[in-house]
């Protein structure tokens, strides 16, 4: 292998053609000639493109959890890196939101302009860096339901990540879509893709739930519809094997650790392939209620990395850029032990080499120098773009609010339908058939309730519960780690409330239930992902609550636009939520990247110009909220916080990221 690194430096200076020139760029190096051929391993141990050998160092973006704005500043930031591609998934919940609804950038929806995939292709090309696309239809990726639809739900019994013909009729159309977005940008059509993913860490399913027949129809329907690049499957190779892998093509291997013994197992499975870790893990995600985790250690990444490099094998920074899981759109983690159950914080910083916001890490150094001390291929990468200012925008007061009962009124009529009992949120008939995806769902019924009377729920509660009696919150405030062993959380099974003191007469008994975010990793079980309450009755002192009203708050961008009826907070005394408030407040100039200092407040989610840029929670890790400057504008700005409990004064802007107490790491 020492000799076709000397063959790459070599080739590489031929292709300068005066001394003292730039080098050609990765395109003009790769495509000299004409395109006869791909990304192939007929070389042993050697990747080669276009017939010129070639190793990978590719960093992990996904595009939906960037604004388009910044799609070129962070490519190229990774470019700058030394790096020649760029990795991305595909969210199929995003791109088909609703059943047979399918958008690509022009949608109309919440995350429309994030999703123009054919757009950010293009600026990777431009950017002179090549694409790995890993389109699913299942991705982990920390992201809800590991980005699958919701909706695929609604049909009972369904077995996703199988051959069940219902769940592979629903990606056969969703990949027919896909594809024929994507098929034009594949290499050896002009474009920049080189290789595409067969399905997401398959291995990881359980050997007992794993179908052969299921990958092949992924990789039938590839090729159906036209790809023709390299394909591959990744697991770890240590506790994976080949389980999860299709034969005859190329598995990678995840890990953050023991590469050595990875890349062992690798070529023991296929020794005359090239080695890639299509996932060394530089960092690590949080959970709310946790600590912040920052993954490798800059000292460990600097070790693995180099034996990664010793093997003279390709690799892909996961995350190279993490960004931020918008919206309602973070996964979470099941587990055998108390909680049982974790959600994912909305930043999804990594601790990567760029950071939430852009930013060069240490970790970015380190990479920077070993890949291009590795890489003997000389092409003309781009000095680092300078950061991007920061700013802390002055302190402005919440200036109106609006209460529960007013956000419940100006829920759209035909969002609001009559149930028999309680019934999961998936399940409403609203939406033309796919039932609601994200949010809250408030259970509603006019009852008389006796002093102290008990509310009993049936089963558990998915994931976390407010009880409000005429609009006023009965539960308390989630203070400390203890609060999760008692009523209004997964944790507990067939669980009941005290209701203290209802006013007398006919009361309105709300459950509100909030999906804090379906799993995205793990065995069969783990995706039966229903939330809200469905598993049996809800009672109010032995009376089974029936004819119950369901309510969905989705909180969708237009509509959160659209709210009317706003009251001055001077005057209102001490604000209880669950409810509303707003602050505006003006920009002059161009905008700047900000973050929210969300520490004075209790639970929620947090609206800026009508976009939900991602929940908060007192308990953290997370402290701060990202705002990328394109969501700002000249002039009059407004942000809308829905709050659960206790709302702060006011809106506290920072310069200064705090992604909370970190982890004690090795």
């Given at each position: ?5 000397v063959?790459?430096f ?60 910044y ?58 860096l ?20 919701s909706w ?47 399905e ?8 007992a ?22 394909l ?23 890990f ?37 985790d ?7 990444l ?6 990664i ?24 983690n ?21 950071s ?7 970790k ?10 590795d ?18 925008y ?18 759209p ?10 019934t999961n ?6 939406n ?6 994200y ?34 919150q ?27 003191d ?24 783990d995706?039966e992902q ?27 961008s237009?509509?959160v ?14 604000l ?21 200092d969300?520490?004075a ?34 002039g009059?700005?407004e ?28």
């Amino acid at each position: 292998m020492v000799s076709i690194r000397v063959f790459l430096f070599i080739s590489a200076l031929l292709t300068i053609n005066v001394m003292g020139q730039d080098p050609p760029t990765l395109y003009q190096y790769y495509t000299e000639g004409g395109i006869s051929s791909g990304l192939e391993t007929l070389t042993t141990r050697q990747f080669t493109l276009n017939g010129k050998p070639i190793t990978l160092y590719s960093g992990s973006i996904h595009y939906y959890r960037v604004v388009p704005e910044y799609w070129r500043d962070r490519l190229r930031r990774m470019r700058s890196a030394g790096l020649n591609a760029i990795e991305t998934y595909v969210p199929w919940n995003l791109h088909e939101p609703e059943i047979g609804t399918f958008d690509f950038g022009d949608g109309g929806n919440d995350f429309s302009p994030l999703l123009n995939i054919t757009q950010f292709l293009k600026i990777a090309q431009e950017e002179d860096l090549f694409v790995i696309l890993r389109p699913g239809p299942y991705i982990c990726t920390e992201w809800d339901f590991g980005g699958l639809p919701s909706w695929l739900l609604r049909y009972p019994g369904i077995k996703v990540r199988t051959s069940d013909p219902i769940f592979t009729g629903h990606v056969k159309q969703f990949f027919d879509q896909l594809l024929a977005q994507v098929v034009d940008y594949q290499f050896t059509r002009g474009g920049s893709i080189i290789a595409v993913q067969i399905e997401n860490e398959y291995g990881s399913f359980g050997a007992a739930n794993i179908q052969t027949s299921y990958l092949e129809f992924i990789r039938d329907t590839y090729v159906e519809d036209g790809i023709s690049e390299l394909l591959f499957t990744c697991d770890s190779a240590v506790s994976s094997g080949t389980t999860g892998a299709l034969p005859g093509y190329l598995m990678m291997a995840n890990f953050n650790n023991n590469p050595a013994e990875q890349f062992d197992k690798l070529l023991e499975l296929q020794p005359d392939k090239p080695l890639m870790s299509m996932e060394f893990w530089v960092g690590w995600f949080d959970h709310w209620w946790s600590t912040h985790d920052t993954g490798l250690t800059t000292d460990r990444l600097t070790t693995n990395l180099g034996i990664i490099f010793s093997y003279n094998a390709s690799v892909n920074f996961y995350m190279f850029h993490g960004g931020t899981t918008f919206g309602f759109l973070n996964g979470a983690n099941s587990k055998g032990s108390f909680p049982f159950y974790e959600a994912d914080t909305s930043s999804y910083d990594y601790d990567a080499p760029l950071s939430e916001a852009g930013d060069y890490t240490t970790k970015f150094d380190i990479i920077k120098d070993m890949v291009a001390q590795d890489n003997q291929v000389s092409t003309l990468i781009p000095n680092p773009p300078l950061i991007n200012a920061k700013i802390a925008y002055p302190t402005v007061a919440i200036t109106e609010f609006l209460s529960f009962e007013q956000i419940i009124q100006q829920i759209p009529a035909d969002l609001i339908t009559q149930i028999d009992t309680v019934t999961n949120m998936e399940a409403l008939e609203i939406n033309r058939g796919s039932g609601q995806s994200y949010g809250l769902i408030v259970y509603r019924k006019q009852i008389d309730i006796p002093p102290n009377a008990e509310l009993q729920i049936t089963g558990r509660i998915r994931d976390v519960a407010m009880v409000l009696v005429d609009g006023v919150q009965k539960t308390k405030r989630p203070e400390g780690a203890l609060l999760l062993e008692t009523f209004g959380y997964w944790t507990q099974e067939n669980p009941n409330f005290t209701i203290i003191d209802p006013p007398a007469g006919t009361n309105t008994l709300d459950i509100v239930v909030e999906n804090w975010a379906r799993v995205n990793f793990g065995s069969p079980s783990d995706f039966e992902q229903k939330k809200g309450l469905f598993e049996g009755p809800v009672s109010v002192d032995g009376q089974v609550l029936s004819n119950l009203t369901a309510i969905p708050l989705e909180f969708k961008s237009k509509w959160v636009k659209s709210l009317t009826g706003w009251q001055p907070v001077e005057g209102a005394g001490q604000l209880q939520g669950p409810l509303m408030v707003r602050a505006k407040f003006q920009i002059q100039g161009t905008p700047t990247d900000t973050f929210l200092d969300m520490s004075a407040w209790s639970k929620g989610c947090i609206f800026v110009n009508g976009f939900n840029i991602g929940r908060f929670f007192l308990q953290g890790p997370q402290v701060t909220s990202y705002i990328p400057a394109p969501l700002l504008k000249e002039g009059e700005n407004e942000i809308i916080v829905f709050e659960h409990y206790i709302p702060g004064t006011q809106i506290v802007f920072t310069a200064v990221p705090n992604l909370g107490r970190k982890k004690i790491t090795n």
